[in-house]
């Protein structure tokens, strides 16, 4: 069974760009959830989509947003990025119950650098 | 609210002796507690989870938790350290009732020595 799979592993962006980061969940998950991971912060939820809806939301500024398609499959994407949103995005997959469950299926991130 | 304090930010071990990471945890509602290990440039994987059964929870890999309520505690042990458990090990909360995050703590890396 293939795990969660997040494209592109790396990447590098100016100030100012905007991403998109993308996340294919295990199949048959419904949930998907995005953290973000630095150094300093350590990991920290950003936002989760099930079916298609965004279910649950960070502290995050609006820059950051998401959305998910009809397969399951997510996008995220932050617009206007700063030096400080360089960070290791990690994506995770859940059966139905999500975050509220706990058991989440991780990917191996994609690691942005903003220059 | 709820708040996760992992109480060491490193761990070293000779291979062969218990592993200790602790963790404590703040929570208004009954809590569902986790312990996630992260290896190098991997994703995190989870290895057990309590959600008010058995206070004492087995895991993978050996590893297993004790969750107190007394103590506010949900410390991840285990009796034998082996040099593939060397990574950084995450406790992770979330609340019963109206719960919409996961709360992360900063994370204990654990080293194991030959």
């Not at chain 2, 703590?105 to 654990?110: D, F, P």
Request: charged share 15%; hydrophobic share 30%; net charge positive.
């Amino acid at each position: 069974k293939a795990g969660v799979t997040q494209t592109p592993r790396y990447l590098i962006k100016t100030r100012g760009q905007q991403v998109t980061l993308s996340c294919s969940p295990i199949s048959g998950h419904r949930s998907v959830s995005w953290y973000q991971q630095t150094p300093g912060q350590g990991l920290q939820f950003l936002f989760e989509y099930f079916s298609e809806t965004q279910r649950n939301k960070g502290n995050f500024p609006g820059r950051f947003s998401g959305r998910q398609f009809s397969n399951s499959r997510s996008e995220m994407n932050v617009s206007t990025l700063e030096l400080g949103d360089s960070a290791l995005y990690l994506c995770a997959s859940s059966l139905s119950g999500g975050i509220n469950t706990g058991e989440l299926f991780f990917g191996e991130g994609s690691r942005l650098t903003v220059l | 609210a709820q708040s996760v304090t992992q109480l060491d930010s490193h761990v070293s071990v000779s291979e062969g002796t218990p592993v200790l990471l602790r963790c404590n945890y703040s929570s208004s509602y009954s809590p569902s507690l986790f312990w996630y290990v992260q290896h190098p440039n991997k994703g995190l994987q989870l290895l057990l989870k309590y959600t008010s059964a058995a206070t004492l929870v087995k895991g993978i890999n050996g590893f297993e938790a004790e969750f107190k309520k007394s103590e506010t505690s949900f410390h991840l042990t285990k009796p034998s350290a082996h040099m593939s458990d060397a990574a950084e090990y995450f406790c992770v909360v979330t609340e019963g009732g109206g719960y919409n995050k996961l709360i992360f703590g900063a994370g204990t890396r654990l080293a194991v020595h030959p």
